[in-house]
């Protein structure tokens, strides 16, 4: 396959690797699988080779440790709430700093999520807390594998590797504080009924990584119009999944939608919109689509349930715009008073850190 244009072989890479994921994961019946494909995006969607047997155990051991915090938590949540939340949301702030300044996105995603997703799970119920640490766990290590087996197939050149993006330490202070803003009241919301609101903790995390890289002018369009197109593409892949619901269908249609969005990704198909944009279209899609199909397989009214995650979604997306221009507009405002200070609140691919294209 070395033959291939080296474009056309990250296109391929990421649309496989996901397809086989999810064909894993529902295979084995393990629980939430559509958080095997997510991972499988976060993990392919940069171009590189796929992490070795010692680094995944590292990876599933930093999964452990993280959520573990998110387990000690739970007894803080339920009988400290003021305290426990206070903890949250530097938690969440920590997270978001050493993704920006260190540049260890999987360490400050678990992180985040450990804050979130799981404390919240074990305030409604332990078993949803460790239900969720199990596909996690499972999830990471369904994604290495099957870029492991789809990577021979579309290898990478062999050229060296450029270092990750980081942000200085003043840029990460603020949109770390930034990306706080936009989850806290997002978890807040979650704690009302942790069973229903879980996936919008998930889309608030993800909401929060892509505000922090976007310019300020292009939010509206990037998150609201990300979270729209894959709400829009949710409700075709669920038609089409109607008419003959089957594993390997659910397969193929992945693949075909996976190619498509990956060429906008990696720009065989031109647009001006970012990687990030077409990521987070992707994670937005398996969200919804992910929890439809549980709907379905549980019996519960998948339309009905569909409506009302998509207009939470909205909501929660247009809370993050309007956080992210406020933050902005108050930053903007103290800095006119200080002349000598210099904006930095503009923002830079962190998470993908994606090349350029001619």
């Known amino acids: ?154 290898p990478e050149d062999t050229v060296p590797q450029a270092p990750p993006t980081t942000a200085s330490a003043s840029q990460s202070n603020w949109i770390a504080l930034r990306g706080t803003i936009v989850v806290l009241p997002i978890y807040l919301l979650v704690l009302i009924n942790p069973g229903f609101y879980l996936p919008i903790m998930m889309k608030g995390v993800s909401l929060a990584q892509q505000s922090s890289e976007v310019d300020v002018r292009d939010a509206g369009n990037e998150l609201l119009g990300s979270t729209l197109l894959g709400g829009l593409f949710a409700i075709v892949f669920w038609i089409m999944l109607s008419i003959f619901p089957h594993l390997w269908m659910y397969a193929l249609y992945m693949l075909l939608f996976c190619i498509y969005f990956a060429s906008k990704i990696y720009q065989l198909l031109p647009t001006k919109y970012p990687a990030s944009y077409w990521v987070n279209v992707i994670v937005t899609m398996l969200i919804l689509l992910g929890t439809t199909v549980n709907d379905s397989s549980t019996g519960k009214d998948v339309y009905q349930a569909f409506f009302i995650r998509m207009s939470l979604f909205i909501l929660v997306t247009l809370y993050a715009v309007a956080a992210v221009h406020v933050m902005e507009y108050l930053r903007s405002c103290h800095l006119a008073k200080k002349p000598g200070l210099e904006n930095t609140g503009g923002s830079t691919d962190y998470k993908i850190d994606m090349p350029e294209f001619s």
């Open 1 to 154: 396959m070395t033959s291939m244009p080296l474009q056309a072989r990250w296109v391929f890479r990421l649309a496989f690797v996901v397809t086989v994921s999810l064909v894993i994961a529902y295979a084995i019946a393990m629980p939430l699988p559509f958080i095997a494909p997510i991972f499988a995006v976060m993990l392919t969607a940069k171009p590189a080779p796929p992490i070795q047997a010692k680094q995944l155990f590292g990876l599933v051991l930093v999964v452990f440790l993280t959520m573990a915090i998110g387990l000690l938590l739970i007894p803080m949540l339920l009988h400290y709430s003021f305290s426990a939340l206070f903890v949250v949301a530097l938690g969440i702030y920590i997270s978001f700093y050493i993704t920006l300044n260190k540049g260890e996105v999987l360490v400050g995603m678990f992180l985040t999520v450990g804050f979130t997703l799981i404390s919240a799970a074990g305030t409604y119920n332990f078993a949803l807390a460790t239900t969720l640490i199990q596909a996690l766990t499972i999830g990471i290590i369904v994604a290495v594998i099957s870029q492991w087996i789809i990577y021979p197939f579309f």
